[in-house]
Nanobody, 124 residues
Framework: QVQLVESGGGLVQAGGSLRLSCAAA????????MGWFRQPPGKEREVVAA????????YYAESVNDRLTISRDNAKNTVYLQMNSLNAEDTAVYYC?????????????????WGQGTQVTVSI
């Protein structure tokens, strides 16, 4: 098993930036492909970005365009989500998730482990 803890969320003005972190503890972090998901108020959870376990392949949802960057540091057992040019539609609880596979997935059901989430609120 792996335990995931997100941090870095908070309140930010529209146009601002945040960097979310997800620290992993437990089994070897490098065996997991990782994903970032979010759940806006009153909506379903959706994928925003994902990364392979080696870090050489990434995926981004069309809705985030070029504003988000996912990265990982396997030496630090951490995956990051850099978010720029934030807008009100980015307000959500953000979750990181892990799956014991080489390749990322866009589907939440493919991930075995989840963090507790971190709130991101973008004010207009």
């Amino acid at each position: 098993q792996v335990q995931l803890v997100e941090s870095g969320g908070g309140l930010v003005q529209a146009g601002g930036s945040l960097r979310l972190s997800c620290a992993a503890a437990g089994r070897t972090f490098s065996i997991y492909a990782m994903g970032w998901f979010r759940q806006p108020p009153g909506k379903e959870r959706e994928v925003v970005a994902a990364i392979s376990r080696s870090g050489d392949s990434t995926y981004y949802a069309e809705s985030v365009n070029d504003r988000l960057t996912i990265s990982r540091d396997n030496a630090k057992n951490t995956v990051y989500l850099q978010m720029n040019s934030l807008n009100a539609e980015d307000t959500a609880v953000y979750y990181c998730a892990a799956r014991p596979a080489a390749r990322w997935s866009r589907r939440s059901n493919d991930y075995n482990y989840w963090g507790q989430g971190t709130q991101v609120t973008v004010s207009i």
